[in-house]
């Protein structure tokens, strides 16, 4: 992007007044927060204390288990809190449940950002949502009905599909 933004404005593609107009900075400092607080967490320790939560939860369901606690966990913050920070703050306790379980990071660290895209229960946890939900005239009620069975899909899906392609 940065390569692409450069020699738009080398090549005059662009004005640099065009480009400043262009960054929207509310979202640059969401993902510049949002990695800071997953900093926090895995730093503080928060991320290994939560490892240990998920992985008991998970633990008698095996492997995949563990895969769907990081998932349900992951799901929950995105309709609360945005996407970017939702992955920021899950994925060192996804990366700590793995190593915890003596598995395979890779697979948890997909699994969080496929959480982290779902925000299909409520208005509140992605931007668009949020505009839909106002211009449209939707009701809170209207996302839970439809993002629900999403919500479900996602629930069974990533965990049968992500252990075939990456192993686990």
């Known amino acids: 992007s940065l390569v692409a933004a450069v020699v738009l404005l080398v090549t005059k593609g662009i004005s640099v007044t065009e480009a400043r107009r262009a960054v929207n900075l509310n979202v640059v400092l969401t993902i510049a927060m949002s990695i800071s607080l997953g900093t926090a967490v895995a730093v503080s320790g928060l991320a290994a204390e939560m490892a240990t939560v998920l992985g008991n939860v998970g633990d008698p369901f095996g492997d995949i288990g563990r895969l769907v606690a990081v998932l349900v966990a992951t799901m929950i913050l ?56 106002g211009l449209g005239g939707y009701k809170f009620r209207d996302f839970t009905i439809v993002g629900a069975p999403l919500s479900l899909v996602t629930l069974i899906v990533t965990p049968v599909a992500v252990p075939l392609v990456l192993g686990i």
């Open 78 to 133: 995105t309709e609360l809190l945005s996407n970017n920070a939702a992955a920021a703050l899950m994925l060192p306790v996804a990366v700590a449940t793995a190593v915890e379980g003596g598995l395979d990071p890779r697979s948890f660290a997909i699994v969080v950002l496929i959480g982290a895209s779902c925000s299909f229960l409520s208005p509140i946890g992605y931007q668009t949502n949020l505009m839909v939900y």
